[in-house]
């Protein structure tokens, strides 16, 4: 395949992500989708959208995908974001699964972990430490470099806003000018993973007690919400509970999900 000009290679681009990563861009956003991607051409030294897009299509190159994929996502997050939301979570939904052994929960599209370590973090507050030693969390996002953060486990500060001081000082180290480390207990019960939602079945051999899928499901078009969310249906335990932002309202969507609360749902026994 050939691209005709710098629209054709733009639009290209912009269907690649839709089909292949369920990111879709609006005709509204469409000038943020361009910024995004032309900072992509430049660090590839490419001439145009064209270019991009044989690089990612007709040719492709792992590393011009994984970067249009990254460059195209969203990772702005911090820690213990909407927090009442996460109170459901710990006044009702981690102690009815805390019996279970393990407990097994995916922070699905995790960007930097930010989201991961909180829950390490509340089900430590909430269970007591030695409930870390059967708590696993998977964390996973499609941009390579983003897991590779959450590995890291080292954040600034300014992703700690919302962070009570208490808990900073609790399970954090100071390491370098105004960053922080996860402490060892907390890094260990969570592992990162690069993954793309949109490749379904998903490859677990294990279900999970919970799943975290929050602020990324409106960058779906209706079919791919509807397709992930049954996904991660078959992939949550019976019991199992879902649990959203309090922005996406999936109930209209027509999924096997009931709701349970606000961004708070469940799969049947």
């Known amino acids: 395949m050939t691209f005709a ?7 290209s681009v912009r269907e690649w992500l839709s089909s292949r990563c369920a990111i879709s861009y ?3 956003k469409i ?23 044989h690089g990612v299509i007709t040719a492709p190159r792992e590393d011009i995908q994984l970067a249009v994929m990254h460059a195209a996502s969203t990772n702005h997050t911090y820690f213990f974001r909407e927090p009442d939301i996460l ?4 006044d009702t939904v981690l102690p009815e699964r805390a019996s279970n052994n393990p407990v097994r929960i995916w922070s699905a599209a995790c960007s930097t972990g930010d989201e991961a370590y909180s829950i390490a973090i509340l089900a430590a507050e909430k269970m007591g430490q030695g409930f870390l030693s059967k708590l696993q969390i998977l964390g996973t996002d499609i941009s390579a470099p983003v897991v590779e953060r959450a590995e890291h486990g080292i954040f600034p500060r300014n992703q700690f806003a919302h962070t009570d001081p208490a808990i900073l000082n609790r399970y954090f180290t100071p390491t370098g000018i105004d960053q922080y480390a996860v402490n060892v207990p907390i890094r260990k019960t969570c592992t990162f993973r690069r993954m793309n939602l949109k490749a379904t079945p998903y490859p ?4 999970f007690d919970v799943v975290f899928c929050r602020n990324i499901l ?9 397709s992930t969310l049954e996904a991660l249906y078959d992939a949550t335990l019976p019991g199992g509970w879902l649990i959203t932002s309090v922005t996406e309202v999936i109930s209209d969507l027509g999924t096997r999900w009931q709701q349970i609360d606000t961004g708070i749902y469940r799969r049947p026994e």
């Open 87 to 90: 109170k459901k979570f710990t």
């Open 218 to 226: 409106y960058y779906f078009n209706r079919a791919d919400q509807t």
């Open 204 to 207: 677990f051999t294990h279900r």
């Open 31 to 53: 000038p943020l989708l361009r910024q995004r991607l032309c900072r992509v051409t430049r660090s590839f030294d490419l001439p145009d959208m064209a270019a991009l897009a």
């Open 5 to 11: 000009d710098d629209s054709h290679g733009f639009e």
């Open 26 to 28: 609006p005709d509204h």
